[in-house]
């Protein structure tokens, strides 16, 4: 149990994670870009998830924000959806050319912005402040 002055950790860690996202939001604003845009982009050039369905999953968001999102990003000319072979209903999310270079402008700022978190931590330190963060994250999970 913390002491009478100290935090509890979860609100340390909570406030901790909306400064983090916060500063990640406005790093990415400057290229041109937001967490959302960010995380489909990168789930999406993976290659990895074979339908829309699976690439929410894989971003954290249900289907319909997702569907939000994507509408937006081919509306921008950053993507387009394409219909999954043997799936009538399955549609594949791919990279357009304004896409991919946008991806690699947010890429290279998500980059910069994951050097300047860790700054001042060894290598030891980063990994123990996952396993630290798991453990923080099973101990809640349902």
Same mark, same amino acid.
């Given at each position: 149990?913390?002491?009478?002055?100290?935090?509890?950790?979860? #609100?340390? /860690?909570?406030?901790?994670?909306?400064?983090?996202? @916060?500063? $990640?939001?406005?790093?990415?604003?400057?290229?041109?870009?937001?967490?959302?845009?960010?995380?489909?982009?990168?789930?999406?050039?993976?290659?990895?998830?074979?339908?829309?369905?699976?690439?929410?999953? &894989?971003?954290?968001?249900?289907?319909?924000? #997702?569907?939000?999102? !994507?509408?937006?990003?081919? *509306?921008?000319?950053?993507?387009?959806?394409?219909?999954?072979?043997? =799936?009538?209903?399955?549609?594949? /999310?791919?990279?357009?050319? &304004?896409?991919?270079?946008? $991806? !690699? @402008?947010? @890429?290279? /700022?998500?980059?910069? $912005? =994951?050097?300047?978190?860790?700054?001042?931590?060894?290598? +030891?330190?980063?990994?123990?402040? *996952? *396993? #630290?963060?798991?453990?923080?994250?099973?101990?809640? +999970?349902?």
């Amino acid at each position: 149990m913390p002491g009478p002055q100290e935090e509890p950790v979860g #609100l340390v /860690v909570t406030r901790t994670s909306r400064t983090l996202a @916060r500063a $990640f939001e406005q790093a990415l604003a400057t290229a041109g870009g937001s967490t959302p845009t960010w995380l489909v982009l990168l789930s999406a050039r993976t290659g990895s998830h074979r339908t829309q369905a699976e690439l929410a999953a &894989a971003v954290g968001v249900r289907g319909p924000t #997702l569907t939000h999102h !994507l509408d937006g990003m081919e *509306r921008d000319g950053l993507v387009t959806r394409a219909p999954v072979p043997g =799936d009538r209903r399955g549609q594949r /999310v791919v990279l357009t050319p &304004a896409g991919e270079e946008l $991806f !690699l @402008r947010l @890429r290279e /700022v998500a980059v910069a $912005f =994951d050097r300047r978190v860790r700054a001042g931590l060894a290598e +030891a330190e980063v990994a123990q402040l *996952r *396993r #630290l963060l798991a453990t923080l994250a099973g101990n809640v +999970a349902e």
